[in-house]
T-cell receptor
Framework: SQQGEEDPQALSIQEGENATMNCSYKTSINNLQWYRQNSGRGLVHLILIRSNEREKHSGRLRVTLDTSKKSSSLLITASRAADTASYFCATGDSWGKLQFGAGTQVVVTP | NAGVTQTPKFRVLKTGQSMTLLCAQDMNHEYMYWYRQDPGMGLRLIHYSVGEGTTAKGEVPDGYNVSRLKKQNFLLGLESAAPSQTSVYFC??????????????FGPGTRLTVT
């Protein structure tokens, strides 16, 4: 069974708009990570937020974590066509293992 | 640095055939992982290794075996392939950051079709 579930499953926006996707999970976590996957490629690590952190920024990415609601969100600001990809959240345990959600497909049109 | 590489990139097998997928990393990472990705689903962990000579089962280990004889290599074997093993297989290596948090670095994937 999958730990994380992303919402929405698909998102279509125009360049310059912000994209927000959410992730909910079921059990306690050590950290939560977001990955990007371009079509036909491997996953690329975007950002890691620890269970004792509430918000983290990296460039145009902003991640929040609410452990009381077991949820996280990823915001991509001022999106570009190159941001077109699938985005996955993954919950990490203290043994280095990850459990992935099914992903959000984001399409950014010029 | 090549990062994480996987061999082969594509393979078609007939039911009952066997094969080995090779993963290699040049980042000196202790942890290595094998996942499978099926349409509409996220990655599911098959097996993983926390160091040379060690392996452990993940979420979906049945039908697969692994070996980690050298730190830089992690092999995934299918002894008797079944159509249900048609998938894209990803290898990853992991490094421990501050406070015991691990990031993973992924290979490009192997697309396997079992007919």
């Amino acid at each position: 069974s999958q730990q994380g579930e992303e919402d929405p499953q698909a998102l279509s926006i125009q360049e310059g708009e912000n994209a927000t996707m959410n992730c909910s999970y079921k059990t306690s976590i050590n950290n939560l990570q977001w990955y990007r996957q371009n079509s036909g490629r491997g996953l690329v690590h975007l950002i890691l937020i620890r269970s004792n952190e509430r918000e983290k920024h990296s460039g145009r990415l902003r991640v929040t974590l609410d452990t009381s609601k077991k949820s996280s969100s990823l915001l991509i600001t001022a999106s570009r066509a190159a941001d077109t990809a699938s985005y996955f959240c993954a919950t990490g345990d203290s043994w280095g293992k990850l459990q992935f959600g099914a992903g959000t497909q984001v399409v950014v049109t010029p | 640095n090549a990062g994480v590489t996987q061999t082969p990139k594509f393979r078609v097998l007939k039911t009952g055939q066997s094969m080995t997928l090779l993963c290699a990393q040049d980042m000196n990472h202790e942890y290595m992982y094998w996942y499978r990705q099926d349409p509409g689903m996220g990655l599911r962990l098959i097996h993983y290794s926390v160091g040379e000579g060690t392996t452990a089962k993940g979420e979906v280990p049945d039908g697969y075996n692994v070996s980690r004889l050298k730190k830089q290599n992690f092999l995934l074997g299918l002894e008797s392939a079944a159509p249900s093993q048609t998938s894209v297989y990803f290898c990853a290596s992991g490094v421990e950051g501050k406070g015991g948090h691990y990031e993973q670095y992924f290979g490009p994937g192997t697309r396997l079709t079992v007919t």
